[in-house]
């Protein structure tokens, strides 16, 4: 008897899982995908564009020899389980490998669990199900979707401006920072000016006159003011009040990835990538265990057995008081709710308790994890409210302060979020009721303009505009810099010229579909096939139709940019020299290329070394992108012969094949003629 294969993405998920399930089971890694879309046929989309789009997969480069392996494993095993993970991503993953290892309906089940602990894996064993249709398709359209636009676009961008390439969230995204730089540089700044009162133990703002809202507008009504104020104030009205704050909802993606950027100062891309090894499992000597749930999310619900244990963690430890109650919020209309919300696996897995097991950031990203979730079970904090509105020949000044008289969540949430206690003296006490200020001081301000974004507010926007899904948000902010479409200074997004460029081109022809209302409509529309409302390939047919006409306008009609001119001639062809953009930046060059390869400033001499022994070309010393050293033909890419050997320039007199050196020996690069 065979043992019963489970296939995961992640090598450490599989270690975690291996040792739940015991020796009747073999857990093994996919290492990520295995396939994506080919990139053959028309426009290398890997789809049928004429034949309902069907998609042709290949596996990934590197990848193949995984298959094979997990083909093998497959074939000895008398059960396969795949175990990828719970959302349409995960889905489509166990989708290929199914495919791609010809397992038939009854030869795999499809397992989903949420975190990885040993009760919740053990259970999901025992509740299998197969593969769901709809969440593949979903998942294939996106992609789809994704390839159509990031190829037809990229190329575009790339023959006719600065760019690099261009995507369906990406270039949304990247509008939004160049519409923020926009309304920075339109901003008009206005003056204004404000008067404070200045007591011995607090300070009061003037705010209305004659009851009515006051605007001071410049520094001459600002002194007409002072001119009929005196140093005695008289108490009006002293008001006080209970108000109550409640805590946040438990983490779901984009939110945990804003905290941690404005609590713990972590890139997106970094905060994910320490989720996903809290999630995945931690040795902690005694058990190796996931310390948060799946931590792709847009769902802030608690499971039922977590809110009753942290209830009862809660009284425990702080105390019957400071037991709260499952808040209620308004659901969005584009929340999937697949899953729960990011959370602790263990309630009574303190992070102290951990500490010693993970790294620096590991411990920090937990610890704002679990009490995140934490607080939210937890009673409201209350803070005491005073309000004092004092007047002086009818213009009214306005003090607050507040006071916490229970903490409530804050107890455990306090270090994240500051409560600011500002205390008024007793007013009731005075035996006047009226107060003589210490100084009446003016003082000028100036509007500022909107803020750029930074990474937690861009994800902020582009979750409540539905842009995008949560594992896209630290992909299109990575994206974004590295395609130098904007530069990150002071931690806020600022578009570059190339990117400004970019929005614009894409503005001029595309600004049907490259906007925030079309962008987040198309994840309406992909959710619908997700639960089988809406038929993928009509949804893509729809698409195309009205996209590939607007890029043959675009390639027709988008004006092409000129590179810019160095005022230099080159010494070879005489042709203006000109400034391009390269993998590795900026350099100078002749106008004149392709048939002239001039470079200024490369110190690398073309060596020609052999007659091409497959055209009129010549062979010449080339390198890979990765600096290795190769032989190929000069008229690449009409001849593409090439060798890792360097020809000596004679020809083999076995088989007329080049003969090359080989470890200090002259062999034939064809036979086995050596000399």
Same mark, same amino acid.
């Given at each position: 008897m065979g043992k019963n294969l489970v296939i995961v993405e992640s090598p450490s998920k599989s270690k975690t899982i291996e040792k739940y399930l015991g020796t009747d089971y073999k857990v093994v890694s996919s290492k990520g995908h295995i396939r994506d879309l080919?990139?053959?046929? &028309?426009?290398?989309?890997?789809?049928?564009?004429?034949?309902?789009? #069907?998609?042709?997969?290949?596996?990934?480069?590197? &990848? &193949?020899?995984? %298959?094979?392996?997990?083909?093998?494993?497959?074939?000895? *095993?008398?059960?396969?389980?795949? /175990?990828?993970?719970?959302?349409?991503?995960?889905?489509?993953? *166990?989708?290929?490998?199914?495919? /791609?290892? =010809?397992?038939?309906?009854?030869?795999?089940?499809?397992?989903?669990?949420?975190? %990885?602990?040993?009760?919740?894996v053990k259970e999901a064993f025992n509740n299998t199900r197969k593969i769901d249709d709809s969440l593949v398709k979903s998942q294939e359209t996106r992609r789809i979707l994704d390839r159509i636009i990031g190829f037809r676009l990229s190329k575009l961008m790339q023959s006719k401006t600065g760019g690099k390439s261009a995507g369906r969230v990406q270039s949304v995204a990247l509008k939004l920072i160049v519409d923020r730089e926009r309304e920075i540089e339109a901003f008009e700044t206005v003056e204004y000016w404000t008067i404070k009162a200045l007591f011995n133990d607090f300070e009061a703002t003037l705010e209305k006159y004659n009851q009515k809202k006051l605007e001071i507008n410049n520094e001459l009504e600002a002194d007409e003011i002072l001119k009929k104020l005196t140093k005695a104030f008289k108490i009006e009205d002293v008001s006080k009040k209970s108000r109550k704050r409640t805590s946040k909802f438990p983490f779901i993606t984009s939110t945990l990835q804003q905290e941690a950027s404005t609590k713990l100062n972590f890139s997106a891309k970094k905060t994910m990538s320490l989720a996903q090894k809290l999630y995945e499992?931690?040795?902690? =000597? *005694?058990e190796t265990t996931g310390l948060i749930t799946y931590m792709r999310t847009d769902s802030t619900r608690l499971s039922a057995d977590f809110i009753n244990n942290t209830f009862a963690y809660i009284k425990v430890h702080y105390g019957e008081?400071?037991? =709260?109650?499952?808040?209620?919020? +308004?659901? +969005?209309?584009?929340?999937?709710?697949?899953? #729960?919300?990011?959370?602790?696996?263990?309630?009574?897995?303190?992070?102290?308790?951990?500490?010693?097991?993970? !790294?620096?950031?590991?411990? +920090?990203?937990? !610890?704002l994890i679990y009490y995140r979730a934490l607080a939210y079970l937890m009673a409201d904090a209350k803070f005491n409210m005073t309000t004092i509105i004092l007047d002086n020949n009818n213009y009214q000044f306005k003090a607050t302060g507040q006071t916490l008289v229970f903490d409530g969540y804050l107890k455990v949430y306090g270090a994240y979020e500051k409560s600011e206690e500002k205390e008024l003296p007793p007013f009731e006490n005075y035996n006047s009721n009226v107060l003589i200020a210490t100084d009446i001081l003016k003082e000028q301000h100036f509007t500022k303009p909107p803020a750029r974004y930074t990474e937690a507010k861009l994800i902020e926007e582009m979750e409540s505009l539905g842009i995008g899904r949560p594992s896209t948000y630290a992909k299109t902010m990575d994206t974004i810099t590295a395609r130098n479409y904007a530069r990150l200074v002071d931690k806020k997004f600022e578009p570059t010229e190339i990117g400004i460029e970019t929005t614009d081109k894409l503005q001029e022809f595309f600004s049907h579909i490259i906007n925030v209302k079309y962008t987040a409509n198309m994840e309406n529309a992909l959710d619908d096939i997700a639960i089988g409302q809406k038929v993928w390939f009509e949804l893509l047919d729809e698409f195309y139709k009205e996209f590939e006409p607007m890029v043959k306008e675009a390639f027709d009609n988008m004006e092409k940019k000129e590179p810019e001119k160095t005022g230099e001639d080159c010494p070879e062809c005489g042709s203006p020299l000109v400034i391009r953009k390269g993998r590795y930046g900026e350099f100078i060059s002749c106008s004149g290329f392709p048939k002239c390869k001039y470079i200024k400033g490369t110190?690398?001499?073309?060596? #020609?070394? /052999?007659? $091409?022994?497959? $055209?009129?070309?010549? %062979?010449?010393?080339?390198?890979?992108k990765k600096g290795k050293v190769?032989?190929? $033909?000069?008229?690449?890419?009409? $001849?593409?012969? /090439?060798?890792?050997?360097?020809?000596? =320039?004679d020809k083999c007199p076995e088989c007329d094949s080049l003969l090359v050196l080989k470890k200090d020996k002259i062999k034939c690069s064809s036979c086995d003629f050596q000399k």
């Amino acid at each position: 008897m065979g043992k019963n294969l489970v296939i995961v993405e992640s090598p450490s998920k599989s270690k975690t899982i291996e040792k739940y399930l015991g020796t009747d089971y073999k857990v093994v890694s996919s290492k990520g995908h295995i396939r994506d879309l080919a990139t053959s046929g &028309k426009y290398g989309f890997g789809v049928d564009t004429e034949n309902n789009f #069907e998609p042709t997969y290949q596996a990934i480069k590197g &990848k &193949k020899k995984v %298959i094979d392996e997990l083909k093998k494993e497959a074939k000895k *095993s008398d059960f396969v389980y795949l /175990a990828t993970d719970p959302d349409r991503e995960g889905e489509a993953i *166990s989708w290929h490998l199914k495919d /791609a290892l =010809g397992l038939k309906d009854d030869e795999y089940d499809r397992v989903v669990f949420n975190e %990885i602990t040993k009760d919740v894996v053990k259970e999901a064993f025992n509740n299998t199900r197969k593969i769901d249709d709809s969440l593949v398709k979903s998942q294939e359209t996106r992609r789809i979707l994704d390839r159509i636009i990031g190829f037809r676009l990229s190329k575009l961008m790339q023959s006719k401006t600065g760019g690099k390439s261009a995507g369906r969230v990406q270039s949304v995204a990247l509008k939004l920072i160049v519409d923020r730089e926009r309304e920075i540089e339109a901003f008009e700044t206005v003056e204004y000016w404000t008067i404070k009162a200045l007591f011995n133990d607090f300070e009061a703002t003037l705010e209305k006159y004659n009851q009515k809202k006051l605007e001071i507008n410049n520094e001459l009504e600002a002194d007409e003011i002072l001119k009929k104020l005196t140093k005695a104030f008289k108490i009006e009205d002293v008001s006080k009040k209970s108000r109550k704050r409640t805590s946040k909802f438990p983490f779901i993606t984009s939110t945990l990835q804003q905290e941690a950027s404005t609590k713990l100062n972590f890139s997106a891309k970094k905060t994910m990538s320490l989720a996903q090894k809290l999630y995945e499992g931690i040795d902690l =000597g *005694s058990e190796t265990t996931g310390l948060i749930t799946y931590m792709r999310t847009d769902s802030t619900r608690l499971s039922a057995d977590f809110i009753n244990n942290t209830f009862a963690y809660i009284k425990v430890h702080y105390g019957e008081d400071y037991v =709260g109650y499952v808040k209620k919020g +308004k659901k +969005k209309d584009n929340v999937q709710d697949a899953h #729960e919300a990011i959370r602790p696996t263990n309630i009574n897995r303190h992070p102290d308790n951990v500490k010693q097991y993970l !790294s620096n950031d590991e411990y +920090k990203l937990y !610890s704002l994890i679990y009490y995140r979730a934490l607080a939210y079970l937890m009673a409201d904090a209350k803070f005491n409210m005073t309000t004092i509105i004092l007047d002086n020949n009818n213009y009214q000044f306005k003090a607050t302060g507040q006071t916490l008289v229970f903490d409530g969540y804050l107890k455990v949430y306090g270090a994240y979020e500051k409560s600011e206690e500002k205390e008024l003296p007793p007013f009731e006490n005075y035996n006047s009721n009226v107060l003589i200020a210490t100084d009446i001081l003016k003082e000028q301000h100036f509007t500022k303009p909107p803020a750029r974004y930074t990474e937690a507010k861009l994800i902020e926007e582009m979750e409540s505009l539905g842009i995008g899904r949560p594992s896209t948000y630290a992909k299109t902010m990575d994206t974004i810099t590295a395609r130098n479409y904007a530069r990150l200074v002071d931690k806020k997004f600022e578009p570059t010229e190339i990117g400004i460029e970019t929005t614009d081109k894409l503005q001029e022809f595309f600004s049907h579909i490259i906007n925030v209302k079309y962008t987040a409509n198309m994840e309406n529309a992909l959710d619908d096939i997700a639960i089988g409302q809406k038929v993928w390939f009509e949804l893509l047919d729809e698409f195309y139709k009205e996209f590939e006409p607007m890029v043959k306008e675009a390639f027709d009609n988008m004006e092409k940019k000129e590179p810019e001119k160095t005022g230099e001639d080159c010494p070879e062809c005489g042709s203006p020299l000109v400034i391009r953009k390269g993998r590795y930046g900026e350099f100078i060059s002749c106008s004149g290329f392709p048939k002239c390869k001039y470079i200024k400033g490369t110190t690398k001499q073309i060596v #020609e070394v /052999a007659d $091409c022994p497959k $055209c009129d070309g010549k %062979i010449i010393e080339k390198n890979t992108k990765k600096g290795k050293v190769f032989y190929g $033909c000069n008229q690449y890419p009409k $001849c593409d012969f /090439a060798l890792w050997d360097k020809p000596n =320039g004679d020809k083999c007199p076995e088989c007329d094949s080049l003969l090359v050196l080989k470890k200090d020996k002259i062999k034939c690069s064809s036979c086995d003629f050596q000399k």
